[in-house]
């Protein structure tokens, strides 16, 4: 019966992403050629070029850009391949650094004060600027470029994680933390068993929003570190074609945002697991 009833919602949640999907390229083409038909200028020009028919993209993916070279779609997996490398281990290195911090703040009203300002601030920072440093800090050193475009995908994840810490960790209830500090409980002690576990939803939900910014953090960083076998190093040689070729560079934004996805269904497929065991959901 339970069975049953899984199959039956996993069989409508691919129905509603089949409906969502052909309306989106229903919309995509109503659009483009309404905009070509009446000549739509703002806020862009609708044209062939700036939006390509959705099934040239796709179909670009099983294409040679060249007659030397394999199919689109082996290129940009084995880029898709190198970039989740760099990003993995920056939203590992964020999460987990996300969540020290927000640990420390949450145990200190004076931290709190004198740091969080700086936590923000950071983030007004644009990344464009920051990479650039991040490689040559790193290379002046001897690190290996990829893992200096990890550093910089961890600059894009830890803030998620740091600021949900500290709400989770603080949203536990105060007569449950009197409770066990009546009974001379260590701080390490509250926060693991009873902070941390009342933190997890908040948690998961950062790490859902840093597992996209990891991919962002990874292919921005791989422009200043020269790195062409990621995906930055595909946007940014497509993008030399874009005028005559567009479908190839909208493919590897496809590939992008597949990436994504993945890495964000990781942290949900966790998430059930994790949640699912946590104390008070266990019987």
Do not use: C
């Not at 060249?66 to 989740?84: D, E």
């Not at 590897?252 to 949640?275: P, S």
């Amino acid at each position: 019966m339970v069975r049953a009833v899984q199959v039956n919602r996993a069989g409508k949640r691919l129905g509603l992403l089949l409906v969502v999907l052909a309306v989106i390229w229903g919309l995509w083409e109503a659009v483009r050629a309404l905009g070509i038909h009446y000549g739509w200028t703002w806020p862009f020009t609708v044209d062939a070029t700036s939006m390509p028919h959705i099934h040239d993209m796709i179909w670009a993916l099983f294409q040679r850009p060249n007659p030397q070279a394999p199919l689109l779609v082996v290129t940009l997996l084995k880029a898709a391949a190198f970039t989740a490398r760099e990003a993995a281990l920056g939203f590992a290195m964020g999460a987990v650094g996300g969540f020290v911090l927000g640990a420390l703040l949450a145990h200190s009203r004076m931290r709190q004060r004198g740091f969080l300002p700086y936590v923000v601030a950071s983030q007004t920072v644009p990344i464009l600027a920051i990479a650039p440093m991040v490689v040559i800090w790193f290379t002046s050193v001897h690190v290996t470029p990829w893992v200096s475009v990890a550093v910089i995908a961890s600059y894009l994840t830890f803030f998620p994680v740091a600021i949900a810490t500290l709400r989770g960790l603080h949203a536990a209830d105060h007569r449950a933390v009197e409770l066990m500090r009546s009974y001379a409980a260590s701080r390490w002690t509250v926060l693991w068993k009873l902070r941390f576990p009342t933190a997890l939803p908040y948690l998961f939900s950062a790490l859902k929003v840093s597992a996209t910014a990891s991919i962002v953090g990874a292919i921005i960083g791989e422009s200043p570190s020269s790195i062409a076998g990621g995906l930055g190093g595909a946007i940014l040689n497509f993008s030399q074609y874009y005028s005559f070729q567009p479908q190839n560079l909208w493919a590897t934004n496809l590939i992008a945002a597949l990436l994504g996805i993945a890495f964000f269904l990781v942290v949900v497929a966790a998430e059930k697991i994790v949640v699912r065991r946590a104390p008070e959901h266990v019987g």
